[in-house]
Structures are given as C-alpha cells and as structure tokens.
C-alpha cells in the first residue's frame, strides 16, 4: 500500500526526515512512534503532497506521492494534528464541504454524511457550530472527515492526542473497527494504545527509521531479559556475594523487606535464562525462596531503548 | 471546475454569512453616500461643468475609504487558513493550488462588486427622486464603473498576495494597505513633480487617479483596461507561487 524507499527531507542544514524507507501491506494497522521532533509529522506530511520531499521517493497504492499528488490524494483520508477546522461552519455543513472536495455528490455524498456521522458519533451534534464542540468531538470530526470518501489508506497524526481516557478508549476502538476495512498509518506517543490496536510499528528518530517490525517480534527480539527478581530468606551481603558468581548474571542489588526477607535484583545477560540455575542456587544452599520472576520487556522498554540519547 | 465552484460558494458564504460581509457593505454605502453628497452640495454652492459622476469620485476622500476596502475584504483569505493550519486539510485534499487561489480572489472579488451595487443605486435613485434632469449621462456611469472594477481586480489581488506573505491578518492587512498607497502615490508622481521628469509617462500610465479621471468622463481608454488585466494576472500568478514557495520552505 505505501512504499517508501530513501525519502528525506532537509530543512536547511537540519536533516528533518533522513532517508527512511519501509513498507506498510494493504490492511495494515501500523503504529508510527518516536519523540518529539523525530520526523513524524514532516513525513506525514509528505506521504500527503503538503510537504515536497528534498529527494527520494515514496508511492502510495502504486502511485508516486509527487508526480501524482492528485490522484494519491484522493485515496488517503488524512487527519492532521490538531485538527485544523472552520470553526465557524456547523459540523454537517463542514462534512458537505469536505466530501464534495473529494468529489462526492448527490445521493453518494448524502448516505456517506449519514454513514460517518453514525460511526463517529456525531449524529446529535450535526447542526452545531463546530467551534461550540469539545476537543474529542472535534476529533471525531476530523475522523469523520478522513473518512468521507472511503480511502483505501487513513493516515492520522496522533489521533487521541488531548482526549481524556474514555474518549480515548472510544477513538481506539473507533481505530480498530476501521481496520478491518483500511489501512491505517497513525503516530503517536502512546505506547499502549500502540500494543493494542498495531500490528506494526516503525519506530523513527531524528529522521531515521530505528526499527520496523510488529509489536511482538520486536518485543522478543529485544528480551534484555533484564532483570529478575527473586526473594530469599538471607542476609543482603550474603546474596550479593554469592549470586554474582552464577553464570550470565552481570549485577545483583537487594533490598531488605520489613517481613525479614530480601529481595534482589539480578541484572542477567541479553537473551538468557538464569532463572533455572538461581533456583538450583537457592536449593543447593538452602536459602528459603518464596519468589522467582522475570520481568518481560514491553513496547516503551524497546522504545526507549532505541531512542535514548545517552 | 467543479472544485472551484465548491471553493468558491464556501469563501462568498464566509462573507456574507457573518455580520462581516453586511457591515463592510453598510460602510461602503455610507461612504459613497456623503461623497454624493458632499459632490451635491458642491453644484448647489457653485456652477460647475464637469458632470456629477466626475465631481463625486474626483473627491480625495473616495481615495481613503475605497483603498481601505481591500486590505479589509482580504487580509484574511490565506493568513487565516494558515494560522489555524486548515491549509493543510485544504491542500491535501485533491484540490489544486490554483483552485484554492482563484476562488478565494473571485469570492472576495465578487464581495468588492457587490459594495459597488450601492453606489449605481445612489445615481439611479438621484434620477428618480429630483425632478432635474440628472447632471450626468450614462457614458460617464458606465465608464466610472468599468474602472472601478478594473482596479478592483488588482487591487483585490494585490490583497491576496500581502494575505500569502504573513500568517497574522493585522500583518497581511498592513502590507496590503501599503502596497495600495504606494501604488497609488506612484500615480501621483507626476502630479507633484510635473511631467517633465523622467520616466513621467510611466507613473501616469499606472496612475488610478489619472484612470479614474479619464473613465470618470467616459472616455472607456484600452490602455487601461490592459494595465489592469495582465497586473491581476501576474499578481494572482505571484500568490500561487508564493502560496507553493511557503510550503515547499517550511
């Protein structure tokens, strides 16, 4: 559905989007993350035709993005960030408006305005002036928007930005529900909102793409294992002494807890498990042991993984 | 065309459909109204020979309220869309930047026709209403029209360029406003320094007062009338590219 392949942008001296590539399938969902500045929005805007790439080349649908613009435009609903509207117009006006720019007319413009205000709960509010509406509403009207003309692609810049938990939950449900029919390109900083509704995700900083890959994969292929964390009836230097002469096992800090126990923290190796031959340890001296457990990565763990700066 | 039509009835409806487009109408009225008839009171205190088309629109005053129109009835074309960011929704929709620049000029345009309506209305109703025989004859009328909306045009989209510039309208509307008064005191030129200067020919060929002058007598002069045209085209050409030029730069 959308092939990118060395697309850059240059602002000057600062290289915004710095030859990124990847590939998003037809009935993708995939999850766009990283921090602030990363790029995100410049490439966007750039998979839009609002922004001219500085080289490179990216094709939507088997169209190129820059030689034709307008043909790509009409297959992708975009909702920017923050969703610019005319705030003096009323909602169904606005959504006329929109769909006849798309080309839409006539009895098809009508039962798509009924259609999308039902799905995104817009119907009560159709008569209202937009800028009397509430921010979530207001994003439901961008994604009402997007979706006027059926696109084969959405492409929406953090679209529960600002919203409070349950309009969040609604949009993200909204989400998933349209992917059954679309493919969705959406970035955000929310991680979670990432694991539930993506089954990709690229992953950019400072304009480059650090990893593209579903959520899953990426998750195991991280396993910085980490950390376990066990809680023996010993003393803190006893531990702390002995366990660090287990096999893989980098560092060990223990905290005394008020029952009499301690818990330590044994810092392991990437891609190992100690936990076997911990308790094997714990048996072999006697220890009492009452608790054994690997923390597992997620999302935010390989996100800031990849994109510290230090 | 059809996305132009769409455009278009969307920008004349964000004039006419606030109290802004009525107000701005009502002050033109006005305006037009006391040049009458200050020009009126004039004939009344002193016999004259030019017609009362002619004294109505040689008034300085019609300069400082029909130059103030445009900045007014532009500023906020480009600016707005910009500041609030629904540009972006604009041009990512399948609409070409010429679309976008054309209908918003021709809306405001046609906003600028419509606050001449009063002023035709004004010399009509003096026909009717006086029992004297009207102190002026239709060639004049007409011709006073033409150049109007001849300025109109690239005076309008001078507008449109100065709204391209800035994304704040008080910033637009200044620019604007600029660019018209020195267009106009250019016009001028030769009227302080006489035409024996070099290159006098030239401010008179730009010169709207002379134009005004001339058409207000009835003389319809081709001159002009191409002036008028190819600047409103080369202007409108600028604030396509600049329109272009802005997002390709930021």
Redesign the interface.
Same mark, same amino acid.
């Given at each position: 559905m959308i092939e990118i392949v060395n697309l850059s942008k240059h602002?000057g001296r600062h290289h915004a989007v710095d030859e990124i590539s990847f590939e998003v399938q037809r009935g993708d969902i995939v999850g766009f993350l990283g921090p602030n500045g990363a790029g995100k929005t410049t490439t966007l805007?750039m998979l839009?035709?609002?922004? +001219?790439p500085t080289s490179g080349a990216a094709r939507i649908a088997g169209l190129d993005i820059f030689r034709e613009s307008?043909?790509v435009?009409?297959k992708?609903g975009?909702m +920017?960030e923050?969703v +610019?509207?005319?705030?003096?117009m009323r909602v169904k006006e606005y959504l006329r408006?929109?769909g006849?720019?798309?080309?839409l007319s006539g009895t098809r413009l009508r039962t798509r305005l009924g259609e999308v205000m039902e799905t995104c709960g817009l119907s009560h509010v159709r008569r209202k002036m937009i800028k009397t509406l509430s921010k979530g509403y207001r994003q439901r009207v961008g994604l009402a928007?997007a979706l006027i003309h059926e696109p084969e692609l959405l492409i929406l810049d953090e679209p529960t930005n600002g919203l409070d938990p349950n309009q969040i939950r609604a949009i993200r449900k909204l989400i998933q529900d349209l992917g059954k029919e679309h493919t969705i390109l959406l970035s955000t900083h929310i991680l979670s909102e990432v694991e539930m509704t993506c089954n990709k995700v690229v992953i950019i900083d400072e304009g480059k793409v650090r990893a593209a890959d579903s959520p899953s994969n990426l998750v195991s292929s991280m396993r910085r294992a980490g950390r376990v964390t066990m809680e023996l009836k010993i003393a803190p230097e006893v531990g702390e002494s002995i366990l660090p002469t287990i096999e893989h096992v980098t560092k060990v800090t223990s905290e005394l807890l008020q029952d009499g126990w301690t818990r330590f923290s044994v810092f392991v190796a990437p891609n190992t498990d100690t936990r076997i031959r911990l308790a094997a340890l714990a048996a072999e001296k006697g220890w009492p042991l009452r608790s054994l457990s690997r923390r597992n990565a997620n999302l935010e763990e390989v996100f800031v993984e990849l994109t510290r700066k230090d | 065309m059809r996305t132009f039509r769409i455009l278009f009835f969307k920008e004349l409806k964000a004039y006419f459909l606030s109290p802004f487009g009525w107000l701005i109408c009502a002050f033109a009225a006005l305006m037009q109204g006391l040049l009458l008839s200050t020009a009126m009171k004039g004939f009344l205190d002193t016999p004259r020979t030019e017609s009362l088309v002619f004294a109505t629109f040689q008034a300085p005053t019609f300069w400082f309220y029909f130059l103030f129109l445009f900045p007014v009835l532009t500023m906020r074309l480009f600016s707005e869309e910009s500041r609030s960011g629904t540009l972006e929704g604009l041009l990512t929709a399948p609409v070409k930047t010429w679309h976008v620049v054309l209908s918003k000029f021709c809306a405001a345009y046609a906003t600028f026709l419509i606050l001449l309506i009063p002023a035709f209305v004004h010399f009509k109703l003096f026909t009717l209403l006086t029992e004297v025989p009207p102190p002026f004859n239709t060639g004049e009328l007409v011709g006073v029209f033409v150049i109007l909306a001849l300025m109109g045009a690239l005076f309008t989209a001078f507008g449109c360029l100065a709204s391209c510039f800035t994304s704040s309208q008080i910033i637009a509307g200044i620019v604007c406003i600029g660019i018209l008064l020195i267009h106009f005191l250019l016009g001028l030129v030769t009227f302080f320094y006489g035409d024996k200067i070099p290159a006098a020919s030239f401010f008179s060929f730009i010169s709207s007062s002379e134009h005004l002058a001339t058409y207000s007598r009835g003389l319809i002069d081709s001159r002009p009338l191409v002036y008028y045209l190819v600047m409103t085209g080369f202007i409108l050409f600028l604030t396509h590219h600049l329109l272009d030029y802005r997002r390709w730069k930021k």
């Open positions: 602002y805007r839009t035709g609002y922004l +001219p307008l043909e435009r009409k992708i975009y +920017p923050n +610019p509207l005319y705030v003096e408006f929109r006849a720019l798309r080309g928007d | -």
